[in-house]
């Protein structure tokens, strides 16, 4: 069943468990994730699954959270996954000064704390991403992993929406911050 067929929760708990790891997995690289969520099926209602997506998210190692961050691109390259290239649509058409900075402070970044800057990025424009790395930065690992984490968490979960959402129907992507 590609993606497309897809009519909400119901399917999803129907595909098979390969199937379901499958398009867990791409939403979140963590395979751990991915068998953890998909083994938890069926769930009883979409609040329930994202929920339960969160749960296992926190509750990742380090190595596992790792593994989720390294299928993300860097903000301001050309990503080759469409769940990339839509989060990162406002990065698009930025300026060539503001992307040559992105790329100068994600190799900095990367540097100090190991990982991709991982951000919310959708629908924001480039300097909006430019100047939240720019603060993130100075923080300390700590801080770093746990904000990390955080928008981890709100990429898997418009990621997911996404995913059971039918074909053709918006979706309004914005969660708190």
């Given at each position: 069943m590609r993606r497309t067929d897809w009519r909400g929760l119901e399917s999803f708990n129907a595909l098979s468990q390969t199937q379901a790891?499958?398009?867990?997995?791409?939403?979140?690289?963590?395979?751990?994730?991915?068998?953890?969520?998909?083994?938890?099926?069926?769930?009883?209602?979409?609040?329930?699954?994202?929920?339960?997506?969160?749960?296992i998210l926190a509750e990742l190692t380090d190595a596992d959270l790792d593994a989720a961050l390294a299928g993300h691109p860097r903000i301001g390259d050309r990503p080759d996954n469409p769940s990339s290239q839509r989060e990162q649509s406002g990065v698009a058409d930025a300026a060539p000064e503001v992307l040559a900075e992105l790329r100068r402070l994600n190799a900095a970044y990367e540097e100090?704390?190991?990982?991709?800057?991982?951000?919310?990025?959708?629908?924001?424009?480039?300097?909006?991403?430019?100047?939240?790395?720019?603060e993130r930065i100075e923080n300390e690992p700590e801080t770093e992993r746990r904000i990390t984490r955080a928008e981890l968490a709100k990429i898997n979960r418009a990621r997911l929406i996404r995913m059971l959402t039918p074909a053709g129907v918006y979706v309004e992507e914005e969660l708190s911050e």
């Open positions: 790891i499958h398009q867990l997995y791409e939403c979140c690289s963590s395979s751990i994730w991915a068998l953890r969520v998909a083994k938890a099926r069926p769930f009883a209602d979409t609040e329930s699954f994202l929920s339960y997506a969160d749960s100090k704390f190991g990982h991709v800057y991982l951000v919310f990025a959708n629908g924001r424009p480039a300097a909006e991403l430019l100047g939240i790395l720019e």
